[in-house]
């Protein structure tokens, strides 16, 4: 048997043998490899350079040409970002500049860049509302059916084509009726009516009945027929105040209007013991509530973070307007399986320490403007998903809770993003409310 002899490297404990130790100078085959990691790593930081890509360029549809543009990666190579955030440059957009976002997108499309494409229609058609008519007939053309959002501003031709379609086309029937969902005329609620009244025979192939799918793209139809909406506008976005990326774009106020985010309560979670948080407190007048019928001057929806992430959360009005535990939560199985000091929110995270070593809370602001109602409705895109009306940004399905009083579906009122509540949080909180019962409701979704 061939005797081993010790890896030279100082610190390591391997036996090599001696035809190796011939191979790599003495070290053990472990020590090389990290030895040349290290060595290709040392080679990266002296030679490696920055590359600002955006370097003389003003043009905002420039910039987000380049900002779209694959990069194929270099170690040698640090590219150097944006100083504002895509969504920033999105909303700076000027109409004439929206449109040649329009037509470039188009231009990707037909050269097989079919993801680039799409993403820019995207962001052009939640960012800016911008209607996509005329080019919707060459998406389904080219067999583009996704996201469902593209297609709310079809035409009524197309409209039509995709209502005959439906029958037929099983392959794509689920987008389809997504699609005719975000059309959303009297045609398309008169066509669901129908579909719920004399179910077609193919909705047994579907998870869920047809008139469902009008959840996704936010209203729902009324025991008569008719059209109502579960969402409210206009939408506002809800930033924390000094954190630039977060607080919009150029367009708008960036000092924004305070509001109360994430106040902890002087009660307790009945289930797990956490405080109760407010998630939004907002005075009634406020423009972001105009469509709210509230009978109290604040809207204050309170939460437990840890157990609204299992179930869904109701609170009722006492006379005054204060939040108070409803008697209809139902406590999850198996949260009391759960180890909840492990799970529980940093609420120390919800205030600031300063330099001489007080406590400061968190200021959070609400935008001075209004920004389009789906802005926020595609958590995908990574926008400021934090605000007060507007389509949910679902991670999941779309999810609005009944009423549990009434049986009404409650409309969302807010949302907030998890990274807004903590550092590293994830998901979604979403809000709502029924307006009869003076009910509020907490959700959560996370990928």
Not at 330 to 340: F, Q
Not at 400 to 414: L, Q, R, V
């Amino acid at each position: 048997m061939t005797e081993r002899i010790p890896c030279i490297r100082e610190g390591c404990e391997h036996m090599i043998l001696p035809a190796t130790a011939a191979k790599t100078g003495g070290y053990c085959m472990p020590c090389k490899q990290e030895m040349e990691r290290e060595a290709h790593q040392r080679y990266i930081e002296a030679n490696r350079r920055d590359v600002n890509l955006y370097e003389g360029i003003t043009d905002a549809a420039d910039v987000l040409k380049i900002m779209h543009a694959p990069r194929t990666y270099d170690p040698l190579i640090r590219y150097i970002p944006y100083k504002y955030s895509m969504e920033q440059v999105y909303l700076s957009l000027s109409t004439e500049q929206q449109l040649e976002m329009k037509r470039y997108a188009m231009e990707l499309i037909r050269s097989e860049d079919e993801d680039a494409g799409k993403d820019i229609l995207l962001y052009l058609v939640c960012y800016h509302d911008l209607p996509l008519t005329a080019e919707i007939p060459e998406l389904l053309e080219r067999e583009i059916v996704y996201p469902a959002v593209l297609f709310k501003s079809a035409s009524n031709e197309t409209r039509d084509h995709l209502i005959q379609q439906v029958d037929n086309d099983e392959e794509n029937r689920n987008h389809i009726l997504m699609m005719l969902a975000y059309i959303g005329d009297e045609a398309v609620v008169q066509q669901f009516w129908q579909w719920k009244q004399s179910v077609p025979d193919w909705a047994s192939e579907l998870y869920v009945a047809p008139d469902r799918y009008t959840l996704q793209a936010g209203w729902e139809l009324t025991g008569d027929g008719q059209r109502r909406e579960l969402f409210i506008t206009p939408s506002y976005s809800l930033y924390e105040a000094g954190n630039s990326d977060a607080e919009g774009s150029e367009s708008e106020n960036l000092d924004g209007v305070p509001i109360s985010l994430l106040v902890p309560s002087s009660n307790h979670c009945p289930w797990c013991g956490s405080s109760l948080i407010s998630l939004m407190n907002l005075h009634v007048q406020h423009p972001a509530l105009q469509s709210v019928d509230w009978r109290f001057p604040q809207l204050d929806v309170q939460t437990c973070l840890v157990c609204s992430s299992y179930s869904v959360m109701y609170m009722e009005m006492d006379a005054e307007g204060k939040p108070i535990w409803s008697k209809h939560n139902v406590k999850p199985d198996g949260l009391d399986e759960i180890d909840v000091e492990e799970i529980k929110a940093d609420v120390s995270g919800l205030v600031r320490s300063t330099l001489n070593g007080s406590v400061q809370r968190r200021l959070f602001h609400i935008a001075s403007e209004p920004r389009q109602p789906f802005h926020g409705s595609e958590w995908a895109m990574e926008p400021s998903l934090s605000q007060v009306g507007g389509h949910p940004g679902w991670v999941q399905d779309a999810d609005y809770p009944a009423c549990p009083a009434c049986s009404a579906t409650m409309k969302a009122i807010g949302q907030l993003d998890g990274e807004l509540i903590q550092e590293n949080g994830e998901g979604v909180y979403y809000m709502f409310g029924c307006e009869p019962c003076q009910m509020t409701a907490v959700s959560y979704q996370q990928s």
